[in-house]
């Protein structure tokens, strides 16, 4: 079923390490109006040839992590939605990102590895065939946290994916697998941070890390370790967006230039599409984007809501933007360790966009979904549309979109799908 899109990634690869820069983006993102707007965007553009599609541990995994969502059911989902634009499963890569103990990094030791090895196994039982390992944090009970420790973790988690593959998915495409020591955290930093990972560091990490496979008798699927993951110094805080310098980054690109590998850049969201160009021709042949999807939605169901005001009676409105605004006070879990209390502009305006974890809750999603009844009922007319989005202005003017509420929020978001599609060279 995934050989052609497995095929097609490998083969993104393979033209980086023989001179033609190409590359791949990768949507980390569990939101189901984010994976809606993918598929829109492929339907209409026909690019990129395949989508990738990744489950970060934390919103989905074997306890269905912060979305409610399973490997399994996470998986439906994409496919549910791709049938619904005609986009062929063959087109679809699923992946797992940080897929480790990160979750349950406050657990003992024992329970932390126990769950990372029964996520990885629900991954490949699922059909994931992207697999990125991440051990790169100390779990309580390490005396010792070292480059060897994460390199054996990963191997053991490999290990198990490899086992998943042969019991649950012999007859399909392998595994292909991204490791890496240096990892940025998922989500973004709270504080400035512009590190980038040394050639000395990567090549004791890419050292020991085959040390390990070989160890556990990795050896086929070492040959289907794809990427390393490093600091590329392209990152972003909650108000400020740190650009890729490709200054910084020479000496590993020509590293690179030495090795199987291409690079997985972590933490892409918010780069212009030079920067990423750039990127990509600098070995960041797979460029991760999460966060930054769900700010677009973000802002665009507050232009709805900004839209609601003016054309439906008060006591019809959704109120959403105040009853997601409650929920966060009342349930600071997300973005207490993020922000200073009391700041709500942080909190609803941040980049590292805390409010994707409150989307799923019940009372926000009766509103939302009240909010897009409202519109449904009502003709938007251009001038109105424009007023609130006017990225999209020329597109409605010239008939390329419909300015219905879901088209509005699909076409916001597909903007940085059309960046990365650019930066990538799908186009």
Same mark, same amino acid.
């Given at each position: ?104 990094? @406050? ?5 932390? #590895? +126990?769950? $990372?090895?029964?996520? %990885?196994? &629900?991954? /490949? ?8 390992l991440d051990t790169c ?31 649950y998915g012999k007859d ?9 020591a240096e990892v940025p ?25 085959? @040390? ?5 008798? #990795? +050896?086929? $699927?070492?040959?289907? %370790?794809? &990427?390393? /993951? ?198």
């Amino acid at each position: 079923m995934e050989v052609m899109s497995m095929n097609k990634l490998l083969e993104i690869i393979n033209s980086y390490k023989k001179g033609t820069p190409r590359g791949l983006f990768s949507v980390c993102s569990s939101n189901e109006f984010v994976i809606e707007a993918l598929f829109h965007f492929i339907s209409k553009k026909e690019y990129p040839d395949i989508a990738l599609i990744e489950g970060t541990s934390n919103q989905v995994n074997q306890f269905g992590g912060y979305t409610g969502l399973t490997p399994e059911t996470f998986r439906d989902l994409v496919f549910k939605v791709a049938e619904k634009y005609n986009i062929n499963e063959q087109r679809i890569i699923l992946g797992g990102d940080h897929l480790g103990p990160l979750p349950w990094r @406050k657990e003992s030791r024992e329970i932390a #590895l +126990k769950y $990372a090895r029964d996520l %990885v196994e &629900a991954c /490949v039982k699922a059909g994931y065939r992207k697999i990125h390992l991440d051990t790169c944090y100390p779990l309580k009970g390490d005396s010792h946290f070292s480059l060897e420790t994460i390199a054996e973790r990963q191997a053991m988690l490999c290990a198990v994916a490899e086992e998943a593959f042969e019991k649950y998915g012999k007859d399909r495409f392998p595994p292909v697998y991204v490791l890496g020591a240096e990892v940025p955290f998922p989500g973004g930093v709270k504080t400035s941070e512009e590190k980038v990972t040394t050639v000395e560091f990567l090549g004791k990490n890419i050292e020991t890390s085959e @040390k390990y496979f070989l160890k556990f008798g #990795l +050896k086929e $699927a070492w040959k289907r %370790v794809a &990427a390393f /993951v490093v600091q590329s110094g392209a990152e972003f805080s909650h108000d400020k967006v740190y650009r890729y310098n490709p200054e910084k980054c020479k000496s590993l690109k020509e590293f690179l230039k030495n090795t199987p590998f291409v690079f997985e850049a972590h933490s892409t969201d918010y780069q212009t599409c030079e920067d990423l160009k750039q990127m990509v021709k600098d070995g960041f042949a797979i460029l991760k984007v999460g966060p930054e999807l769900t700010y677009l939605f973000r802002e665009a169901v507050f232009a709805l809501a900004l839209v609601e005001k003016e054309i439906v009676e008060e006591d019809g409105q959704s109120r959403i933007v105040e009853i997601l605004v409650e929920k966060i006070r009342r349930d600071p879990t997300y973005w207490r360790n993020y922000y200073e209390e009391g700041n709500l502009l942080d909190i609803k305006y941040s980049f590292l966009d805390r409010i994707r974890y409150y989307w799923n809750m019940e009372p926000v999603k009766i509103a939302l979904k009240k909010l897009l009844m409202n519109l449904e009922n009502k003709k938007l007319t251009t001038p109105l549309v424009s007023q609130y989005f006017p990225d999209l202005f020329p597109d409605i003017l010239q008939g390329k979109i419909t300015p219905d509420p879901l088209t509005l929020i699909f076409e916001k978001i597909g903007k940085a799908f059309e960046k990365y599609s650019k930066a990538t060279f799908q186009i």
